[in-house]
């Protein structure tokens, strides 16, 4: 058989003096070191002559493939298989539309509305339908808001039903819950992981408090840094926290005026010594939510990019774990789904988790319908199944993109709103793989000079 270099591969520059390459495989996720030797054949398209140990391995990763494969092809069929055939039931539920936070790059709408135990039984009843429609092993809930911890009464309440509907199925039960962190007080922590069943919990943290405290306040103007930073040291300090048992992610949303704040952060955490404690730290760039404009802010995401170097640079450094080699993305978001919904307080079933609480998108194909009303009114059509083969028929960049297999596309929602939603690894993949050659090569003491070496012949 006839073999080709993918066209999804990353190749770095030489790393050493013997000129070994990390080659990246985006249609695995995988990286390899090669010598010199092996790739003078891939780039030269002599691969008869691989040793068949070598070329053995190379076919592995998919970093050489049959002469004849429609690689785009093959991928958006993985990607459709395993939207279709997933084993995990996920489903959204916004148990509140109240957040004491006025951010002012959020897109929703907020007032005192609770999810009704009226809905209960519909919701339950919805979920029940996709769980006898094919087997799933799992149920899988995320708490949402708003503000979700604004209701955890409801939270507390449909837990116990949701749970009893995941055992008629065998299936597991899990949940997460994105949060503010300003209720998250050590009681609400461990009646979350203990009782509740959640097992991840992300709070966002937008740089120290001189830049958090300038976008991230009450409604009132009140700075809530010190509140959720203090909430999470007592939890993650406490003798009863397991990080295997919950993890605990942050996230910091960076436009232009807090991006100088993300590097103390960093340091922040690092001197309360929370590297084996955090999951795992992630800057995002701000982006347009609910039409808002919010990405004029932004940094471009070139020069995004080149700023998340440099902070997981910063974390490696502090001793942080962090996660530089994409791996392989087949299903992008709920949106692209035939299973999961979004539950909004009011009843409303959506498809996608940023279109509710935001006026602009209450007519539109995101609202499936509402659960105040029979079944039969709610639309079978979905507004991003059709993700894959849009991308197929090239409608958008991504078609020609190496990078396809480890995001997938990104965002349909943004792409369709004429935003790119290339993610950073497009544009610092390369970067990435040398650090991460770095960091496995490396005693940490010799971190810092090594990779400025390294990173300046980019």
Same mark, same amino acid.
């Given at each position: ?73 093959? /991928? ?10 997933? !084993? ?7 148990? !509140? ?39 799933? +092993? ?9 503000? *979700? ?5 409801? /939270? ?61 306040? +009450?409604?009132?103007?009140?700075? +809530? ?13 406490? *003798? ?219």
């Amino acid at each position: 058989m006839w073999y080709k270099l993918s066209y999804y591969t990353i190749i770095t520059d030489p790393l050493n003096s013997l000129g070994d390459r990390v080659i990246y495989s985006t249609r695995t996720g995988q990286a390899l070191i090669i010598q010199k030797d092996i790739w003078t054949l891939l780039v030269t398209d002599r691969l008869e002559l691989l040793d068949p140990a070598d070329r053995n391995r190379l076919l592995e990763v998919k970093v050489i493939v049959p002469q004849e494969e429609n690689e785009l092809l093959a /991928i958006i069929e993985e990607n459709k298989r395993n939207t279709d055939d997933s !084993s995990v039931l996920y489903e959204v539920i916004q148990v !509140s539309a109240n957040c004491q936070l006025g951010c002012d790059y959020c897109g929703q709408h907020h007032d005192k509305q609770q999810i009704s135990s009226s809905i209960y039984d519909p919701l339950l009843g919805r979920i029940r339908l996709k769980a006898s429609s094919k087997k799933f +092993t799992r149920l899988y809930i995320g708490w949402f808001g708003g503000e *979700p911890l604004v209701g955890l009464r409801q /939270i507390r309440e449909l837990t116990p039903l949701l749970r009893q509907l995941a055992a008629e199925f065998g299936m597991s039960f899990g949940t997460k819950i994105v949060t503010n962190g300003m209720s998250l007080k050590e009681d609400v922590f461990f009646e979350l992981t203990r009782e509740l069943g959640v097992d991840h919990i992300e709070v966002t943290l937008d740089g120290i408090a001189e830049f958090h405290d300038t976008r991230r306040i +009450t409604k009132q103007g009140v700075a +809530t840094f010190d509140i959720i930073f203090n909430n999470l040291l007592s939890i993650l300090n406490h *003798p009863e926290f397991d990080p295997n048992k919950c993890r605990v992610s942050l996230r910091c949303n960076v436009d232009e005026r807090n991006e100088p704040g993300v590097s103390p952060l960093i340091s922040a955490l690092s001197e309360h010594k929370l590297q084996d404690k955090i999951a795992y730290f992630y800057p995002i760039g701000v982006y347009s939510w609910a039409k808002n404009d919010a990405q004029k802010k932004s940094m471009t995401k070139e020069e995004f990019a080149r700023r998340e170097i440099e902070w997981y640079m910063e974390l490696i450094q502090n001793g942080f774990s962090v996660n530089l080699i994409p791996g392989r993305v087949k299903s992008v978001c709920m949106a692209t789904s035939h299973n999961s919904d979004l539950y909004d307080p009011y009843g409303n079933i959506f498809s996608c988790t940023e279109v509710s609480l935001t006026p602009v998108y209450e007519k539109t194909g995101y609202l499936a319908g509402n659960l105040k009303f029979p079944a039969d009114t709610y639309s079978l059509t979905r507004m991003h199944t059709n993700w894959n083969d849009e991308i197929l028929a090239g409608k958008f960049p991504c078609h020609s993109c190496r990078m396809l297999p480890v995001c997938g596309g990104a965002c349909p929602k943004s792409w369709h709103e004429d935003m790119r939603a290339c993610p950073p690894s497009k544009f610092n993949i390369r970067e990435k793989l040398q650090l991460a050659y770095i960091v496995s090569k490396s005693d940490l003491k010799e971190l810092i000079n090594e990779e400025e070496a390294v990173l300046s012949s980019c």
